[in-house]
């Protein structure tokens, strides 16, 4: 099987290698913010012109956005432009101008509602100060060194590695990957390479591919698994609430930037503002260390797993559970589940947004009409059960892969749940990514696809 994957390594640069890194950013910034000056004006000009009066077919000649057309635009331009383009790597001008193309790109889809989510605003032009410097590799020497602590990329040279590469190592020695890309950025106050590979991976099994898990996540556990499992949180923000504002409070106590004046920050602010940025990204790496351990652990022991769709942007409008909602990474973990079952050879089902996981007995398979948040514990009045509000969700979410098993495969109605809880049947849709939503209909893949099943209510 061959999927994208990404390998990311920390960088222990050179203060000379840390200057050439930069200018590459620079580069890439100057490229991109010459490129949206040219399309800007060509889109005010022709807008005037239609306020004239001017017939379309006279209008100025538009431009296209593309990456070719723009990267022969810069060619052009470049010399009067950047009369140091030779000093940088042509991937790096590449680089801001791949950015562009794809920004306005998403924007013109967007207006015609052809991309879905949010809408996309027009690109801005970048700032040397607030942008986080980047810069992307896709031709010239790219390769990880015999010593595997080492990485050469071009004009950059030979890049010394804070950790061990041997995992990749491994597989380009074995011809099992194939580095498509390499991306130098600064996070958190460190340098990172990140590379983008083409792997083959081995068809794996689960530990135990019968296995069926419901997965409820929350604030006070956050994951409750149907057999009993409790995940705890560990609330990495909470935790460094009380370091991150003091170094907020420090920040506050310097001279920092005025755009209204024009006062550039001081040393001492920019020093204090980079202790607070490495407290942040320590709380994101944490976080995302959890969340990897938890799904991996999940993907590689159950066969199949079942968990919500919920509403996160929804969820995080309760001003009182948002900072935890997000600390939790609810979204995040959805995510890995999605791509680490097709690579364990697992399924992954989703139950309708809808879909009353906590108000139905487990048991039984009474539903409630209400249930309040404060109600922790589940009393089923038909019954007369008596379980934790988690764990019944879990064994619910649970219960619904041998009703996705039992509709099987073939045409299926599409999305039809509505917010009302009443009995009701469950069928299942396959919903690729990036697809297009409810209402339209599909066939249920094989058992050990990739792809996204939702459960939801049938009418």
């Known amino acids: 099987m061959k999927t ?15 200057r050439a890194v930069l200018a590459h950013a620079g580069a890439a910034r100057v490229a991109h913010n010459w490129a949206l000056a040219w399309v800007k004006a060509v889109m005010d000009q022709r807008a ?18 593309t990456l070719a057309s723009l990267r022969k635009a810069w060619n052009v331009a470049k010399a009067d432009v950047a009369p140091w383009w030779r000093e940088c790597s042509k991937e790096a001008f590449n680089t801001g101008l791949d950015a562009l193309a794809r920004a306005l790109k998403n924007w013109s889809d967007s207006r015609i509602s052809k991309r879905a989510g949010r809408p996309v605003g027009f690109p801005r032009f970048k700032s040397r100060r607030r942008t986080t410097a980047s810069v992307r590799f896709t031709t010239g020497t790219i390769r990880v060194e015999s010593d595997r602590m080492h990485v050469v990329l071009p004009r950059l040279g030979r890049l010394k590695l804070h950790e061990s590469a041997r995992k990749l190592a491994r597989r ?4 099992t990957a194939r580095i498509m890309s390499a991306t130098v950025r600064r996070d958190g106050g460190r340098w990172h390479v990140a590379f983008c590979v083409e792997v083959h991976r081995a068809d794996r099994t689960p530990a135990r591919p019968g296995s069926v898990v419901g997965v409820d996540v929350g604030i006070k556990h956050l994951a409750v698994l149907s057999t009993g499992e409790l995940v705890d949180n560990p609330r990495h923000l909470v935790a460094a609430q009380q370091r991150m504002r003091h170094l907020d409070r420090a920040l ?21 503002a980079n202790r607070l940025g490495r407290a942040h990204a320590r709380v994101a790496n944490l ?24 509403n996160v942007t929804g969820m995080l409008a309760n001003r009182r559970v948002a900072k935890h909602i997000a600390d939790a990474g609810f979204a995040e973990i959805r995510r890995h589940l999605a791509y680490k079952t097709g690579w364990n050879g697992g399924r992954l089902l989703v139950a309708d947004r809808w879909y009353p996981s906590s108000k139905t007995c487990s048991g039984c398979g009474a539903a ?3 249930l309040s948040l404060s109600e922790r514990e589940y009393h089923c009045e038909a019954c007369g059960l008596v379980m934790d509000r988690d764990r019944n969700a879990a064994a619910n979410l649970a ?3 041998a009703q996705f098993d039992t509709a ?21 849709v396959k919903r690729q990514p990036g697809t297009a939503p409810a209402g339209q209909t599909g066939t249920v893949p094989p058992q050990g696809g990739t792809a996204d099943h939702v459960l939801t209510r049938a009418h």
């Open 4 to 18: 994208i994957q990404a390998y990311r390594f920390a960088l222990d640069l050179t203060p000379v290698q840390e």
């Open 48 to 65: 005037a012109e239609r306020t004239y009066g001017v017939p379309d077919d006279q209008l100025t000649e538009s431009i296209s956005w």
């Open 172 to 175: 380009l020695d074995n011809g």
């Open 252 to 272: 506050t106590r310097k001279q920092g930037p005025d755009r209204r004046t024009g006062r550039r920050a001081s040393h001492r602010w920019q020093r204090a």
């Open 287 to 310: 976080r995302r260390d959890g969340l990897h351990k938890l799904t991996t652990r999940l993907t590689r022991e159950h066969g199949t797993i079942v968990v919500e769709d919920l």
């Open 368 to 370: 409630k009409a209400k």
């Open 399 to 401: 219960a619904l892969a």
């Open 408 to 428: 099987g495969s073939g045409p299926v109605a599409g999305r039809g749940a509505d917010r009302k809880t009443r009995p009701g049947g469950l069928v299942a």
